[in-house]
């Protein structure tokens, strides 16, 4: 992609900003299904008897469904880590680009 406009970084960077709602919203609902998750299973496994951290433990070294949703909440983590990081990149891009142009008025 070509970056030597303003208008078209601006693009890209409203692009990026609707992808991380997006990515923001699935990553809330994704971690909240997990937090849920986890506290349901905890609390059989204290209503079983254990003890808060026995139970924890359980849980994760048991449960086969703990790993993947835990996994699944880091791959989205991460996905709005790089989106943000991309935004960031951009940012950078556009100022770079407004100083070379500041700079070019002033040689003129």
């Known amino acids: 992609m070509n970056?030597?406009?303003f208008e078209v970084i601006h693009e890209e960077?409203?692009?990026?900003?609707?992808q991380l709602e997006k990515a923001q919203?699935?990553?809330?609902?994704?971690?909240?299904?997990?937090?849920?998750?986890?506290?349901s299973t905890k609390k059989a496994y204290m209503d079983a008897g254990m003890s808060a951290v026995a139970a924890e433990t359980e849980m994760r070294a048991?449960?086969?469904?703990?790993?993947?949703?835990?996994?699944?909440v880091q791959e989205h983590s991460s996905r709005v880590e790089?989106?943000?990081?991309?935004?960031?990149?951009?940012?950078?891009?556009?100022?770079?680009?407004?100083?070379?142009?500041?700079d070019a008025r002033r040689v003129v």
């Open 13 to 18: 960077i409203e692009e990026k900003i609707d």
């Open 82 to 102: 790089k989106i943000k990081r991309t935004i960031k990149l951009l940012e950078m891009r556009h100022d770079a680009l407004r100083s070379a142009k500041a």
């Open 62 to 72: 048991v449960e086969k469904g703990w790993r993947d949703i835990y996994l699944n």
């Open 3 to 5: 970056y030597n406009t």
């Open 25 to 39: 919203y699935t990553l809330a609902s994704v971690e909240s299904s997990f937090k849920s998750y986890e506290a």
